[in-house]
């Protein structure tokens, strides 16, 4: 079942990576370094005239950012990205000094934070595939799914796919990146392997989006807009700048306050978060669309690298593994730092090395993802609707703390700096728990004990849009 055709130094074989998002593509990438080919196996039709929406990536018609550290990971793996991300229409900003951002506590001030990087779904997705397939050695088969693994007898080793339709396609390694509907569990039970013991939060949120477009403003000195909601007020929403000339609001609200998705409601919606910012925005901007629902929020996490077995040559990756709620925006950073640990654990390995060392590399690619889980779990686990396990002292008296740091860098520097770091995942958590930053914390800064339902406008950024 092996392909040894090899006409690129060093590398040799044939790799599979099913599903052509942003983690399929990325890991393809990394994988035609190793392997003499490549096949990016995707269900969906692919658009091949520009940007456009598919049915598999169903949240991308709501607001998507890229942290500092995914966009620095994916210039180190495609050198020329975040210059043809630029040129496409993508936005790069300072966050929070280019936002209008109610935080949890109030409003944050020009202080500083981290890079991100706005764009719509459709736009990254095109742009990464289109520099991705600059590379000969990497094809598409698209408008096919895959319907499960081959394997050399034993079932201890992945020899390839099976396409619907009964079509074999052998490979020496195989990645799995098929998103949140991935059937790897199904296909490792149909081999004689356990399933993966699944963690499971879900705050039960939903956006609903809408894209606008917005009236020329002079006195308008933002960037982004984001009301935060939080526990005794869980309503919000983003307003962000798309590559196109329009802009796309994402209402944001957990469970009972789940945003509406109809005409007049939209906005209605807007008038009952903690501050008027987004509704005055919106009020007289012209909506381009209808709005749309989403409300596959869950944190879903699958823990394949807990698997006391594990067949050579096969690998998951990105969503199909761990997902995030959206409302954190780390989706696209974990694909990315899970395609740059890829990376780090196949170079300087042969094919055969490689696929033999597919248990360590589900391990490492997996770590990746512990930051984002831990900072999305432990705020969802804020509001008392959450299903999942229960917080335990010590995440409780964390939440506690990290309600002050967040208190603390809506106006301080020196806790700003950091924040914006962790969240970015640039730095671990520890960083906020070193002992001048603790001192800083407990020393400086309380929480209000009544803090407003309503927030006036910062200064910093002007008032309200004239009325009338």
């Known amino acids: 079942m092996d392909d040894d055709t090899d006409n690129h130094p060093g590398a040799d074989g044939h790799a599979l990576v099913l599903g052509g998002g942003l983690a399929g593509l990325l890991a393809a990438r990394v994988l035609a370094a190793r392997f003499a080919r490549v096949t990016v196996v995707e269900r969906d039709e ?30 180190e793996l495609l050198p020329g990205i975040t210059r043809e991300l630029l040129a496409g229409g993508a936005s790069l900003l300072e966050s929070p000094r280019d936002f209008l951002w109610l935080s949890s506590a109030d409003w944050f001030g020009r202080v500083p934070g981290a890079r991100l990087l706005i764009a719509g779904r459709e736009l990254i997705d095109w742009t990464l595939r289109r520099e991705v397939l600059r590379d000969d050695r990497i094809r598409i088969r698209a408008g096919v799914p895959a319907d499960g693994l081959l394997t050399a007898p034993g079932g201890r080793t992945v020899t390839g796919v099976r396409l619907r339709g009964g079509e074999e396609l052998p490979a020496r390694f195989v990645v799995d990146a098929t998103g949140r509907g991935s059937r790897a569990p199904a296909w490792l039970t149909a081999l004689g392997l356990p399933a993966p013991r699944t963690t499971r939060y879900d705050s039960h949120l939903g956006y609903s989006s809408r894209y606008y477009a917005l009236k020329p403003d002079p006195e308008r000195r933002w960037n982004g807009m984001y009301v935060q909601g939080r526990p005794d007020t869980p309503r919000g929403g983003v307003l962000v700048p798309l590559h196109d000339g329009r802009w796309l609001a994402t209402l944001i609200g957990n469970g009972e306050h789940a945003p509406p998705t109809g005409d007049a409601e939209f906005l209605e919606y807007t008038r009952t978060l903690r501050s008027p910012a987004l509704y005055d925005a919106l009020r007289g901007a012209e909506p381009l669309s209808a709005p749309t629902g989403f409300r596959s929020t869950a944190n879903e996490r699958r823990h394949f690298e807990r698997l006391d077995r594990w067949p050579h040559g096969f690998v998951v990756l990105g969503d199909a593994a761990c997902r995030f709620n959206p409302v954190y925006g780390h989706g696209m950073t974990v694909a990315a730092l899970a395609a740059g640990a890829l990376a780090a654990a196949v170079r300087g390995l042969t094919p055969r090395e490689a696929a033999a060392a597919a248990r360590r590399i589900q391990t490492r690619t997996a770590a990746v993802a512990d930051t984002a889980w831990q900072i999305a779990t432990s705020e969802d686990m804020r509001y008392p609707g959450t299903e999942g396990p229960p917080a335990d002292r010590a995440t409780r008296v964390l939440q506690h703390y990290m309600a002050r740091v967040i208190a603390g860098a809506n106006t301080d520097p020196a806790l700003s700096r950091p924040f914006f770091r962790v969240l970015s995942l640039s730095e671990p958590p520890e960083t906020l728990l070193g002992p001048a930053t603790v001192v800083r914390v407990l020393s400086k800064w309380r929480l209000p004990s009544s803090p407003p339902m309503t927030a006036a406008y910062p200064a910093h950024h002007g008032g309200p849009p004239a009325r009338g």
């Open 46 to 75: 692919l658009p091949d005239t520009g940007p456009a929406f598919r049915r598999g990536v169903l949240q991308s018609r709501h607001v998507h950012v890229l942290w500092a550290r995914g966009l620095d990971t994916m210039e």
